[in-house]
């Protein structure tokens, strides 16, 4: 079955301590997106590739980074996690951006920083 | 701001009976929405789109209705059955715009 697959589902870190979560899609998708849920909040998207363009939201922190080295495969890295950064990561998909586009969601990265 | 609004942050039905779960947008140039599911501990799975020239869209047991006027969105479930218990999140987005603005989420809690 075509996925959006999430690795690890749970990540333990510790403060100022550089983390990397990794998401891969069989999707074929063009699109690659990146939120942030906090608790009892709505996802927050923090940034998105278009193919190899990167998009950044005005508001997303310069401590969360991201690269995307091929279609399959999307990072997200926090440089120096603090303790607001505990939360859950999704990686999302579509085929193309913006538009009447169905974002497609892996089971998430559940961060926890110590 | 929140552009996106569910109320409701919990809502239980018996099973059988009808679910209708409520979204409010302040958004006007918001052309498209959608309805995700989620689990405890997975990500949110789509569940149903509708697109702002349409005011129903349906698909098994699940309907959106789409009031633009209102601007106001409702999900309904019939009949309502025990797994459908979960967090509904409401989501949209604009021709423009590349993020899906989701909203809160609404717990729902089918009894058998």
């Known amino acids: 079955d075509a996925m959006v697959i999430q690795n690890p589902r749970y990540q333990v870190t510790q403060f100022g301590k550089p983390v990397t979560l990794s998401c891969s899609q069989t999707?074929?998708?063009?699109?690659m997106y990146w939120y942030q849920q906090k608790s009892s909040q709505a996802p927050k998207l923090l940034f998105h590739?278009?193919?190899?363009?990167?998009?950044n939201e005005a508001d997303t922190p310069d401590n969360f980074q991201s690269r995307r080295p091929n279609t399959s495969f999307c990072f997200l890295d926090i440089r120096s996690p603090g303790l607001g950064d505990a939360a859950m990561y999704l990686c999302?998909?579509?085929?193309?951006?913006?538009?009447?586009?169905?974002?497609?969601f892996g089971p998430g990265t559940r961060l926890l920083v110590l | 701001d929140q552009q996106v609004k569910q109320n409701s942050p919990s809502l239980s039905v018996q099973e059988g009976r009808i679910s209708i779960l409520n979204c409010d947008y302040t958004?006007?140039?918001?052309?498209?929405f959608l309805w995700y599911k989620k689990y405890p501990a997975e990500g949110p799975t789509f569940l149903i789109s509708?697109?702002?020239?349409?005011d129903k869209n349906e698909d098994g047991r699940f309907t959106v209705f789409l009031n633009k006027s209102a601007k106001h969105l409702s999900l309904h479930i019939v009949p309502s059955q025990p797994g459908d218990s979960a967090v509904y999140f409401c989501?949209?987005?604009?021709?423009?715009?590349?993020?899906?603005?989701f909203g809160k989420g609404t717990t729902l809690s089918v009894s058998s």
């Open positions: 999707l074929n998708h063009n699109v």
């Open positions: 999302a998909t579509s085929s193309r951006s913006g538009g009447q586009e169905t974002q497609y």
């Open positions: 509708i697109s702002s020239i349409k």
């Open positions: 958004n006007s140039m918001f052309d498209y």
């Open positions: 590739y278009y193919d190899k363009d990167f998009n």
């Open positions: 989501a949209a987005s604009d021709q423009a715009g590349t993020a899906l603005i």
